[in-house]
């Protein structure tokens, strides 16, 4: 029998696979179905800076930080009443999935200013989750917002959780940072016990006849994987941070690539979305059947293995595939040069 079982955030799982945040936490019954398929943990929805500014004034008062801040600008942001689960409702939530499941329970918070609504983090302590995930998703429009100044706010923000909360937390980042392994040192001296790679920003498309922008929402797809795997091979064994993959991993061997780069933890949300929770135990029975035709004993003998921490030039390794590919990319029906 292989041993699947991996350590997250300082938590023992029984395997890495679990369902990340996402909308399904908000029915207990798939609650209950999803640790049913098998879920090693469940990972909660966010709860969402505009939600608990808004709990003490209007959202748009909380927005209108400039002079030039108009009601146009003002509209994008959601009402109160749009957000699923309040702040009080989101805590009560947490006790009621606490008390109805085994598996430890990851809260999440969703901001991007070091502010008071951190405070949060302790509330959430004290509704029971056993760990927090730290979403962080701003999109700098200020040219004089530079990056050591977003890097300072995001380690605030870490401080300001460790202070106010015992419980581990992981900080889910986007990969547009300027150095991510600086930043993850960085992050790990402030507090943080994890990163998970990566939150997927919703991209806006354009209507041309009406002139707007158009929201909408797409699931993740395969292709989206290979960036993930990246980043956790170049931050797997750098420094003490748990590592979580998020986005992409729609079977067994998606999840063993992100696993083989260093991941400790593999969430799941468009994979399950799409066919249910059992997706989830298919999933967990293709990689257990790979590991044991391949040898295997233990996960944790594969984690890591596909890490750049292995390759003894990891610089080189990085440079030397964009060289290879557009080296030998070619041309349907084009002959290759000939190189005398």
């Not at 292989?2 to 996402?22: E, Q, V, W």
């Not at 933890?265 to 399950?272: F, I």
């Not at 984690?303 to 610089?315: A, V």
């Amino acid at each position: 029998m292989i041993d699947l079982s991996t350590n997250y955030l300082g938590l023992k799982l029984t395997h890495p696979l679990m369902p990340g945040a996402s909308p399904m936490v908000d029915d207990l019954g798939l609650v209950c179905r999803l640790e049913d398929a098998g879920a090693s943990a469940i990972v909660m929805h966010s709860l969402y800076e505009e939600q608990l500014v808004a709990e003490h004034r209007a959202l748009a008062r909380a927005y209108a930080g400039s002079q030039s801040s108009s009601a146009e600008a003002l509209s994008y942001f959601p009402d109160a009443w749009d957000y699923a689960l309040g702040p009080e409702e989101y805590l009560a939530q947490i006790q009621r999935i606490k008390e109805r499941v085994r598996i430890p329970v990851i809260a999440s918070l969703n901001g991007h200013t070091p502010s008071g609504w951190l405070e949060y983090a302790a509330r959430i302590e004290e509704a029971g989750a056993d760990a927090l995930e730290l979403n962080v998703f701003h999109i700098p429009t200020d040219p004089d917002d530079d990056c050591a100044h977003q890097t300072g706010a995001l380690v605030e923000m870490v401080k300001a959780v460790r202070a106010r909360a015992r419980i581990p937390f992981a900080v889910k980042l986007s990969p547009f940072h300027c150095s991510l392994p600086a930043l993850a040192r960085r992050l790990a001296d402030a507090g943080a016990a994890g990163l998970v790679l990566f939150n997927r920003p919703f991209q806006a498309d354009l209507d041309l006849e009406s002139l707007d922008a158009v929201r909408q929402l797409s699931l993740s797809d395969p292709a989206e994987l290979p960036l993930r795997l990246r980043w956790l091979a170049i931050l797997h064994g750098v420094n003490p941070l748990s590592l979580a993959a998020s986005g992409g991993v729609h079977d067994g061997i998606g999840a063993l690539k992100a696993v083989m780069c260093g991941a400790s933890a593999v969430q799941l949300v468009s994979a399950l979305l799409r066919r249910g929770p059992g997706r989830l135990t298919e999933i967990l029975n293709e990689m257990t059947a790979w590991l044991e035709e391949h040898g295997y004993a233990s996960l944790e003998q594969a984690r890591g293995s596909l890490s750049l921490l292995r390759c003894p030039n990891p610089g080189a390794y990085v440079r030397g595939q964009y060289v290879q590919m557009l080296q030998t990319w070619e041309l349907a029906g084009a002959a290759r040069p000939r190189r005398d």
